[in-house]
């Protein structure tokens, strides 16, 4: 009896661990267009971009979650609209500053949870054109820099809202509610894909406020696509890709990885993917917050993302008056320091060559893998698990010194003259066939 109930949890266990979360509503068939499947392409090619938590909510410095946290009521929270002046916002700067790091494009919120939209909307008044005196469109002028300068952009868009009274009712079940909510999204969803030019990729947040509803997504999808088949569609929804989706994107984690907890029971997709993470710990603007990474750190993340295939999306929360905090500007420009001397080894590159090991990960790019080695093994040798390909030569990033190396039945060992334990990511080029 002991046995047979050890068992039974057992199988639950194993079960809930394998069980994947998926969206229960029925979706309607996706057949990417050609130009969709290109921008696919072109996404992973990029790596690299900027993700933009940028709202009312920075006047208070205390991150975008400002309103939960602090219990702020809606009437009162409704008062900081009026003291958003960013006077020292200059989006060619912004965009200066995401190219300076190697960042291809960058992701910012048209609206976050808190309901103020940061764009002109005739969907509502309450947004950056009618409720504030600053009275200029950021997406706008953001769109017209990022143009100039050759970098993608995107729209971050929460489902979830906490102002809304459609929202509140229609997560209540009135139905009708609902429907005008959804209503709302579309309109404003509209204005983002049809006023800014051609937009990279919409990025949904908020989905797991309302784990069992039904988003009307086929509604919502089948817009973006009918009105711009090439803008790619992202869902932070934590759980399986739905059809109409194109990038299936990690929350504070590698894809595949579950060490922020938002991940659980996700499994990797053969969507393109990407990851999203801090430079600190908040996303929104917080002048509390100095848990800052260092650029190793950062690097390392990049590079471990590329290792599993996917990209990386930086974020940083401009302050108050529109600039971004100078501690991130300094690590930026140190990360784009390493990424014009190695980008090569990033760019372009696909991965999920080998799973990451203790001392770092793969990349390639037609013949060639690069090997990074990001934490220095204690042996005087770098042992290649799993590695099938016949390899020609190796040497070192330059190709200035080849590289003595073996390769066996159960993978290949490199013997490097010497590892330095300080660099931020030693590369190695191999070249195969
Ligand atoms: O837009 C960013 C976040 O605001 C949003 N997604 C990223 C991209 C988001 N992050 N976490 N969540 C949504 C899920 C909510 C987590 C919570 Fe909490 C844990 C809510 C309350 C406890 C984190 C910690 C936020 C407030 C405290």
Redesign the pocket.
């Known amino acids: 009896m002991k046995k047979l109930l050890l068992l039974a949890v057992l199988t639950i266990m194993v079960n809930q661990v394998g069980a994947q979360v998926k969206y229960e509503y029925p979706m309607p068939e996706y057949t990417p267009t050609e130009g969709n499947l290109q921008a696919r392409k072109e996404f992973q090619d990029m790596k690299f971009g900027m993700f933009i938590?940028w709202g009312v909510y920075s006047v208070l410095g205390d991150g975008?979650?400002v309103m939960?946290?602090q219990k702020i009521k809606l009437d009162t929270y409704k008062k900081l609209p009026k003291f958003f002046d960013p006077e020292d916002f200059d989006a060619d700067e912004w965009v200066k500053i995401a190219k300076a790091a190697g960042m291809k494009y960058i992701t910012i919120t048209s609206r976050?949870?808190d309901s103020f939209s940061m764009f002109d909307t005739d969907a509502t008044d309450y947004d950056i054109i009618d409720a504030t005196r600053f009275d200029r469109d950021p997406l706008k002028e953001l769109a017209e820099a990022c143009k100039k300068e050759g970098i993608k952009l995107n729209f971050?868009y929460s489902l979830l809202d906490w102002a809304r009274d459609d929202y509140k009712n229609g997560k209540k079940g009135d139905e009708e509610a609902w429907g005008d909510y959804v209503k709302f999204m579309k309109a404003q969803l509209t204005e983002l894909l049809t006023n800014y030019g051609e937009i990279g990729c919409i990025w949904f947040?908020g989905h797991?406020d309302r784990k069992k509803a039904n988003w009307n997504y086929d509604e919502l999808y089948s817009l973006i696509h009918e009105l711009s088949p090439n803008t790619l569609i992202a869902n932070?929804h934590h759980i399986q890709p739905i059809p109409g989706e194109d990038i299936q994107t990690f929350?504070r984690d590698l894809p595949g990885e579950n060490k922020g907890g938002y991940s659980a029971g996700v499994e990797i997709s053969p969507l393109p993917l990407e990851s999203?993470a801090t430079m600190a710990k908040t996303?929104g603007f917080d002048l509390n917050d100095t848990k800052f990474k260092t650029t190793k750190q950062l690097v390392h993340f990049l590079v471990k993302a590329a290792g599993k295939n996917g990209n990386l999306l930086l974020n940083v929360g401009p302050m108050p008056n529109g600039e971004i905090q100078p501690e991130f500007v300094s690590t930026l420009k140190e990360m784009g320091e390493w990424a014009t001397k190695y980008g090569e080894s990033i760019y372009g590159t696909r991965g999920g060559v080998i799973k990451t090991q203790d001392w770092g990960t793969i990349t390639k790019k037609e013949n060639t893998l690069y090997v990074h080695v990001l934490d220095a093994p204690t042996e005087p040798y770098i042992f290649i698990p799993e590695l099938m390909e016949k390899i020609k030569s190796v040497s070192s990033f330059d190709g200035a010194t080849k590289i003595k190396f073996k390769q066996v039945k159960e993978g290949i060992f490199l013997y490097p003259a010497s590892l330095d334990d300080e660099s931020i990511d030693t590369i190695f080029k191999m070249e195969i066939r």
């Open positions: 938590h975008e979650w939960y946290q976050h949870h971050y947040d797991w932070n929350e999203c996303w």
